[in-house]
């Protein structure tokens, strides 16, 4: 199986930074996207920002000066830098990767578990 494992997140006071994790294992064989959803209570799931294995970026208008996202292809490993943080910011963020499939080689959708931010004072 794929895992998709977060760290990283946490309560913070509006203004403030955090640093999510999410480092991908098992049975994949190459990752061409990754990226972070969030979701918070009555809204829908929404792109964060994303990466390519060629490095190509792309962030919601929302986060966009506020939010970097990076990666380590070596160690299918993607981060979240996330600074100027705002109560509205408040969600679980999830990790998502597209890759191939070690065993099938069939391209396939992975998700991680989750993990809660919370920006109140």
């Known amino acids: 199986q794929v895992q998709l494992v977060e760290s990283g997140g946490g309560l913070v006071q509006p203004g403030g930074s955090l640093r999510l994790t999410c480092a991908a294992s098992?049975?994949?064989?190459?990752?061409?996207?990754m990226g972070w959803y969030r979701q918070s209570p009555g809204k829908e799931r929404e792109l964060v920002a994303g990466?390519?294995?060629?490095?190509?970026?792309n962030y919601a208008d929302s986060v966009l000066g506020r939010f970097t996202i990076s990666s380590d292809n070596a160690k299918k490993t993607v981060y979240l830098q996330m600074n100027s943080l705002k109560p509205e910011d408040t969600a679980v963020y999830y990790c998502?990767?597209?890759?191939?499939?070690?065993?099938?080689?069939?391209?396939?959708?992975?998700w991680g578990q989750g993990t809660q931010v919370t920006v109140s004072s």
């Open positions: 990466i390519t294995s060629g490095d190509l970026t």
């Open positions: 098992g049975r994949i064989f190459s990752i061409n996207f």
């Open positions: 998502y990767a597209n890759g191939v499939h070690l065993v099938t080689m069939s391209r396939n959708d992975f």
